[in-house]
T-cell receptor, first 114, second 110 residues
Framework: DGGITQSPKYLFRKEGQNVTLSCEQN?????MYWYRQDPGQGLRLIYY???????QKGDIAEGYSVSREKKESFPLTVTSAQKNPTAFYLC?????????????FGDGTRLSIL | DQQVKQNSPSLSVQEGRISILNCDYT??????FLWYKKYPAEGPTFLIS?????DKNEDGRFTVFLNKSAKHLSLHIVPSQPGDSAVYFC?????????FGSGTKLNVKP
């Protein structure tokens, strides 16, 4: 089945450590996205990528980094510079970034600080 | 500051009745709107959308209404079914990005 796979489902990080969240899609989509969800707030865009080897900052990119070396993969690194990383992270993909191209989401990764 | 707001965190409706979920936005540049549905432990899935040039779009039991002058959209589910129990997010589009509301948890009671 085609879809988006995020791993792991739960992740724990010690203070001062970088951690990488995985996102893989086999939908042959060009565009991929990372969102963060906090209680009582909507999904906020961290980074997005329209094509391989290109990505753009979203609204809350500080303390995060991404790469897009392959069409299928868009890993997100939460760096030690992100002071409040505890949140639910969602990865999504779409055919393109057009308005009538809905995003397909993974099941998310919940990150917690030890 | 959130540009898309869902002011009702939860809604409870009896099976067979109408569910109305509301969403307000502040940015008049938004030109496309979507609703997503999310079950526990799963990612959101696309439900229905509407362009800003329309005021209504219908798909089976689901209808989305857009009132541009009020910057308000709503999702109507008729009749509501227990399987509709989920969190519903509205989203608005502007220049390559979607902006999401915080979600409304719908509970449809049998």
């Amino acid at each position: 089945d085609g879809g988006i796979t995020q791993s792991p489902k739960y992740l724990f990080r010690k203070e001062g450590q970088n951690v990488t969240l995985s996102c893989e899609q086999n939908l042959n989509h060009d565009a991929m996205y990372w969102y963060r969800q906090d209680p009582g707030q909507g999904l906020r865009l961290i980074y997005y990528s329209q094509i391989v080897n290109d990505f753009q900052k979203g609204d809350i990119a500080e303390g995060y980094s991404v790469s897009r070396e392959k069409k299928e993969s868009f890993p997100l690194t939460v760096t030690s510079a992100q002071k409040n990383p505890t949140a639910f992270y969602l990865c999504a993909s779409s055919i393109g970034t057009g308005r009538n191209q809905p995003q397909h989401f993974g099941d998310g990764t919940r990150l917690s600080i030890l | 500051d959130q540009q898309v707001k869902q002011n009702s965190p939860s809604l409870s409706v009896q099976e067979g009745r109408i569910s109305i979920l509301n969403c307000d936005y502040t940015n008049s540049m938004f030109d496309y709107f979507l609703w997503y549905k999310k079950y526990p432990a799963e990612g959101p899935t696309f439900l229905i959308s509407i362009s800003s040039i329309k005021d209504k779009n219908e798909d089976g039991r689901f209808t989305v209404f857009l009132n541009k002058s009020a910057k308000h959209l709503s999702l109507h589910i008729v009749p509501s079914q227990p399987g509709d129990s989920a969190v519903y997010f509205c989203a608005a589009y502007n220049f390559n990005k979607f902006y999401f509301g915080s979600g409304t948890k719908l509970n449809v009671k049998p």
